[in-house]
């Protein structure tokens, strides 16, 4: 009887330590969030004034998160060049930490709009869609 108490309480234990083994993750701990993370998403909005050229409306500006706290702008505008901004925080906003670009996202007046001005171009959009988080 005592056999068989054991018998049965160790195969009711080794399915569930072979599943805990198998399902480890791969992946180090999580990282912290950061202003790149906050900012990453697709917007779409209108080209408000360019210096080389006139306004556009309808276009599709990507930020995509590439470090910590750096983000590269990819926009369906062809005067647009793909630009990588690093980001700092600001009181309630979130720019360019340096370069030519200008990025402005103010967090709590209009957390899902965003401002640029690329290469003599001025561009203002709301967010429309957010990245899958992993």
Do not use: C
């Not at 599709?60 to 750096?70: A, D, E, L, M, S």
């Amino acid at each position: 009887m005592l056999r068989t108490l054991v018998l049965v309480a160790a195969l009711t234990l080794l399915p569930s330590a072979g599943t805990a083994l198998a399902e480890t993750p791969e992946a180090g701990p999580a990282r912290k969030a950061d202003l790149a993370d906050r900012v990453a998403g697709t917007y779409k909005g209108d080209v408000i004034s360019d210096a080389r050229g006139s306004s556009k409306n309808g276009v599709t500006v990507t930020v995509t998160r590439t470090g910590p706290n750096k983000v590269e702008i990819k926009s369906s505008y062809a005067r647009f060049p793909t630009v990588t901004i690093p980001l700092e925080k600001a009181m309630d906003a979130i720019l360019a930490a340096s370069g030519p670009s200008v990025f402005l996202l103010d967090t709590v007046r209009s957390p899902d709009k965003l401002d640029l001005t690329i290469d003599d171009a001025s561009w203002s959009g709301h967010r429309v869609a957010t990245p899958a988080t992993e």
